[in-house]
């Protein structure tokens, strides 16, 4: 720990404090009556308009990972590292209309979780416990991966010891995180995302102008990453896609898109928002954020033609690739801008981090605590609950980064994006029909979880150093059925997420048939078809913090 | 199942909603999966990517501007706070 990059570590350290104040003040801004209840700690009182929406889901979506994980992959596998543009093309549009259903109607009703609306839907305590269990063990590896690209920081500017200690300014910052969530709720992220938010944009605005025209312009850029791919003997890389892996491309981009606002902490930061024509405009305006992630990306080839080199971790002894763009703005900007951007990348880590745990904390409380341990709590018991959650949930992710390999939670992360793509039919169709029928769901589910995770299990990475969870692009040629494979030799690549998401959606539409002939009881809708269309001002909708 | 009685319709459908499946199309990746055109020294595989992004704009935008939803009475008592101003839809 000798060599810490002083200059650096203080503009970092500064703004670090500015958006600590700025956490612990959260709590009066914008106050209710009363924070001891979900709408206020856990929604941010549910009023947010479409500026501090569209900083709280931009600060929430594009994450410290995506910072230091995206541009990575670009360094290492080129062309496939892409994906994360027209993943968030797509996205938007998907969601558009569901998401103005989710709204309305879980504003009518009160619902604080995707799970709660399931609850409502089908009137199925065990289908939203599925719901929540999955919401929740998606989002955890999540957290941890904050930590990763926070810790990716910390290890630039000189923090690279090995056991607790040199984990110790990670902990601290996070110890600091859980202290203003539990006191400040919703508010908090919400507040700090405008500070992370600017920061980033003029962070990435200088470094795309300057660093083209310091490494000779782009066409210098991509041919030094074209002459890196050609000099390396995996196939999977270069600036182009090849043959085997579009398939892989578009599937992943699209299960992605898919699965992104299933995330608990996606649907907290829309159902914080005050009304629908708030998240129509965000569905236009958050793009920008798209902009800047692809842009992003190609810091991952800069790298390349700077000759940056990442550095080596010496916990683990391994270089670390997501150190590829702190490293960057380390060789090729003034400390002070460096340190800018590390703290931009940090703050980054802390946003999501805050949201995600608010959302898990949530969907604990919502459906578990109160559906089986505490039918009667009040909503005082509930934000308290929720607190306390929300605290286990963020040093749980930390014993994640302290005591298991990181590499354990960027497969959990994996593993993460396949799970919650299971909980597609259930929440996202039912928004729009009650076609399918609870055991359906359930059984949907089941299979859809259990195959998925079978397929990640026996992927083995790319390099062939593990033999499990290696990717989640698998080969046709090794997909098979009980011994029946239908593309034997076919060697495209494909996302499992989409092949467990089948698999679910056919097992729910046969298990629905039978249901129905049998005539089983599909449980009780407490919706009504007019709840999905309300907007702010309307009668129907429930009083925020009512108890 | 909706009990009798109940009211409001399920679906509220626009032609306007079609241009939301436009975006659909940056997954078709042998569209852009080549190296020429380039412009300023970008690949056309990146660059036709970022343009995506306003074509997506584009699409949510106007569907937005182009169905309405069901008219609402304002909450009564409900005052100008700051983002009414910042959006200028104060009333």
Known sequence: MNDLHWTELIVFALLFGVVTVMGFVAAKWKAGETLEHLDEWGLGGRKFGSWITWFLIGGDLYTAYTFVAVPALMFSAGAAGFFALPYTVIVYPIVFMP???????????????????????????????????????ATMPYIALQLVGLEAVLRTLGFNGSGVVGHLPLLIAFIVLAVYTYQSGLRAPALIAFVKDILIYVVIVVAVIYLPIKLGGWSEIFSSADEKFKATPAAGDGLLLNGNNQLQYATLALGSALALFLYPHSITGVLASRGRKVIKRNMSALPAYSLVLGLLALLGYMAI????????NQATGKADTN???????????PSWFAGIAFAAIGIGALVPAAIMSIAAANLWTRNVYKEFMHKDATPAQEAKQAKLASLVVKFGAVAFILFIDPQFSIDLQLIGGVMILQTLPAVAIALYTRWFHMRGLIAGWTVGMAWGMWLLYNIPSADGKRQHFGSSALKLNDLGFFGWHPFAGNSLLIYAGILALAANL???????????????????????????????GDKKLKKIGAH | MALPGKTGSTLRW????????????????PLYNRIGPELFGMPFYYWFQFVGIPVGVLCTTLVFLKTADEPTTPAPGAGLDVDDLDEGTGR
Do not use: C
Request: proline letters at 7%; zero cysteines.
């Open chain 2, 14 to 29: 626009s032609p306007w909603n079609l241009l939301l499946a436009v975006p659909l199309l940056w997954l078709i990746t």
């Open chain 1, 305 to 312: 033609s700077a000759g940056t080199k990442p550095i080596m």
């Open chain 1, 506 to 536: 056919i097992v729910a539409v046969v298990v629905t048939v039978i249901a129905r002939r049998l005539r089983a009881f599909n449980g009780t809708d407490e919706t009504n078809p007019g709840d999905y269309h309300v907007d702010e």
């Open chain 1, 99 to 137: 998401l103005l259903r989710m709204w309305s109607v879980s504003r009518v009703h009160g619902y604080v979780t995707p799970a709660d609306f399931v609850r409502g839907r089908y009137g199925s305590p065990l289908l939203a416990l599925l719901i929540a269990i999955t919401g929740i063990v």
């Open chain 1, 323 to 333: 150190t590829i763009v702190p490293v960057l703005f380390q060789d090729q900007f």
